[in-house]
Antibody, heavy 121, light 106 residues
């Protein structure tokens, strides 16, 4: 069965960077886009962007352009999301999610367990 | 930029029908999907392509999408359905989420 397992919680100071990993299993990694979505405490879901694991091509939400970098390592079926120049309002749970492609009209059919990132001085 | 608007909260009595709306310009021309999120858990896809249910999602969950509004309907609502619900659609190559609706079953 499909699983997305994310790396553990992180604490960073303002201005630093954080890199979160998402290891996929149970399906062919290169076939499905991986998306990153974050959720600030008590707030809604916010899409950050996606990566094509086959080509490495990315689309980023405008508000994260220049601060986010999504990469992948197909050899270990893992996607990464790095966010730089962190601010206190980047404190959130960060999720990776699999794009179901035509099977789901590009809805996200599987999600990671979430990674808590805390930005505090 | 494209926006999806949901009511912040909806209340329903157990066994009754709950309807949660999601509004956006010409949303009916796009596919809408819905996610359920319970406290401390990751979101779960409950409706995709407007009205399709993933395997394992109960039949009481249904969806529709026409004009400017997509609707998630939960028939015979149960206490376990109490959660936050988010609609989602694509605008060109970008994903848009609605602000979320807290469903209270009381």
């Amino acid at each position: 069965q499909v699983h997305l397992v994310q790396s553990g919680a992180e604490v960073r100071k303002p201005g630093a960077s954080v890199k979160v990993s998402c290891k996929a299993s149970g399906y062919t990694f290169n076939v499905h886009y991986v998306h990153w979505v974050r959720q600030a405490p008590g707030q809604g879901l916010e899409w950050m962007g996606r990566i094509n694991p086959n080509s490495g091509g990315t689309n980023y939400a405008q508000r994260f352009q220049g601060r986010v970098t999504m990469t992948r390592d197909p050899s270990i079926s893992t996607a990464y999301m790095e966010l730089s120049t962190l601010r206190s309002d980047d404190t959130a749970v960060y999720y990776c999610a699999r794009d179901g492609l035509a099977m789901t009209g590009n809805a996200f059919d599987f999600w990671g367990q979430g990674t808590v990132v805390t930005v505090s001085s | 930029s494209y926006e999806l608007t949901q009511p912040p909260s909806v209340s329903v009595s157990p066994g009754q029908t709950a309807s949660i709306t999601c509004s956006g310009d010409k949303l009916g021309n796009k596919y809408a999907c819905w996610y359920q999120q319970k406290p401390g858990q990751s979101p779960v896809l409950v409706i995709y392509q407007d009205n399709k249910r993933p395997s394992g999602i109960p039949e009481r969950f249904s969806g529709s999408n026409s004009g400017n509004t997509a609707t998630l309907t939960i028939s015979g609502t149960q206490a376990m359905d109490e959660a936050d619900y988010y609609c989602q659609a694509w605008d060109s190559s970008f994903v848009i989420f609605g602000g979320g609706t807290k469903l209270t079953v009381l």
